[in-house]
């Protein structure tokens, strides 16, 4: 794994925190002195950690090109080291955090690149860096005009109830959309966060008296969660996610599971939010006929699901449980083809009857769309995850 370490002011960790983070999902090995442990040589941590490295960053600012003692040490180091290496070799790579004056020896030795809008082509340095090193590194999956990279992590707290949390999600970078992919990387973090949040609620209902029995002192009951955000359509200016929930509580007599969807168009290299209603030229006569294609759909798939058709009294109830508003309509993903509408369970029927999905070919709906829509996007891009089943959505997988 390519060792990076990352030369700064202490004045100026918090700027580069998130650069640490973005360089770990990428998959390789960065190291920063928050990393000392109490009672650790703290000079000769550093020291191990440096000179351990495959390669040094330098985030310059106005704090850290005026300051003396370790930064400027180490970047003389650093540049010393870079007579050992092969020519062409990638040693040191100098970021300009903030723009400062560029010191003479750092900028008659190599290229500086200019944070955050050049991000990408560090990331390209770091992987020929472990390229000219033999370091076999995830290139992750290119899908449209970025490489996207699947994250794994688990969070657990033992209480009683304690939490389990296992969370899959993709991260993305860009050479064309830089600015895009960091949107999508914060929005996909904040995701990440709020299901840790929740379950994180459970610290605040401690019952040692209700629950020290059920499992023993080495099994002590959780709240599970597994939480996957999952690419279903991506180009470079139309983008379709769904959150998929399932879990039990340790208390719950059976498990949940739950969709949540998010989609995007992309203009001037930047996010913007797409709703349902974006779609037609007129919003309130398509909300009537969607509607009532989405109850036919649902009370066919009531007769092949309980293997009779719906009563009277079940048609009604059909239609008390998708009003016609576009609120109904929240979760939803695109495809090429068409449209995919999520109903999780409780929206018609107990929790036995199970969620509901309902698919809308365009061509269902092609007199209602607007002339120029989003639709024409969606098929134009390329689809990530194979056909999402009622039960459980396939999880996309990288190469």
């Not at 000769?44 to 000179?51: D, G, P, S, Y």
């Not at 390209?124 to 990279?149: D, M, T």
């Not at 600015?179 to 995701?191: C, K, Q, R, V």
């Not at 949940?256 to 797409?274: A, G, P, W």
Request: charged share 25%.
């Amino acid at each position: 794994m390519l060792k990076i370490f990352l030369n700064h002011a202490s004045e100026d960790r918090a700027l580069v925190m998130p650069y640490f983070d973005r360089i770990k999902a990428l998959g390789y090995d960065p190291w920063i002195d928050r990393e000392l442990l109490p009672g650790q040589d703290w000079n000769e941590e550093i020291q191990r950690a440096f000179h351990s490295s495959d390669v040094v960053l330098f985030f310059m600012s106005p704090r850290s090109v005026k300051k003396r003692g370790y930064v400027q040490k180490e970047i003389y180091d650093a540049l010393e080291r870079l007579k050992f290496l092969a020519p062409g070799d990638i040693g040191a790579i100098p970021l300009l955090l903030e723009e400062c004056e560029v010191p003479i020896h750092v900028a008659r030795s190599l290229q500086f690149s200019r944070l955050p809008n050049e991000w990408h082509k560090v990331v390209s340095a770091l992987s020929l860096a472990a390229s000219q090193r033999s370091i076999a590194v995830n290139h992750g999956k290119e899908i449209a005009p970025f490489q996207v990279y699947l994250r794994e992590e688990a969070h657990v707290w033992d209480g009683y109830p304690g939490f389990n949390v296992e969370i899959r999600h993709p991260h993305f970078e860009s050479a064309t959309f830089p600015n895009t992919a960091i949107e999508l990387n914060e929005f996909i973090l904040s995701l990440k966060l709020a299901h840790l949040l929740d379950a994180r609620r459970v610290k605040e209902k401690q019952d040692l008296e209700r629950f020290s029995g059920w499992g023993g002192d080495d099994n002590a009951p959780s709240d599970f969660l597994d939480v996957s955000v999952e690419p279903i359509l991506v180009s470079d200016s139309i983008l379709s996610f769904i959150t998929f929930e399932a879990g039990c509580y340790a208390f719950a007599a059976h498990g949940f599971h739950d969709y949540t969807t998010h989609n995007f168009t992309v203009k001037d290299d930047s996010l913007i939010k797409l709703m349902l209603e974006d779609f037609f030229s007129d919003p309130y006569k398509a909300c009537e006929i969607f509607t009532s294609i989405c109850r036919e759909k649902i009370a066919t798939e009531w007769t092949s699901r309980f293997e009779e058709s719906p009563s009277l009294d079940q048609l009604k109830e059909i239609d008390s449980s998708f009003p016609c508003n576009w609120s109904t309509f929240s979760r939803f993903s695109l495809n090429k083809n068409g449209i995919t509408i999520y109903f999780p369970p409780y929206t018609l029927g107990g929790y036995v009857a199970g969620s509901w999905i309902v698919d809308v070919h365009f061509d269902e709906i092609s007199a209602l769309l607007k002339m120029s829509g989003p639709h024409l996007l969606a098929e134009n891009a390329a689809e990530i995850s194979p056909p999402i089943s009622s039960a459980k959505p396939t999880r996309w997988e990288l190469e």
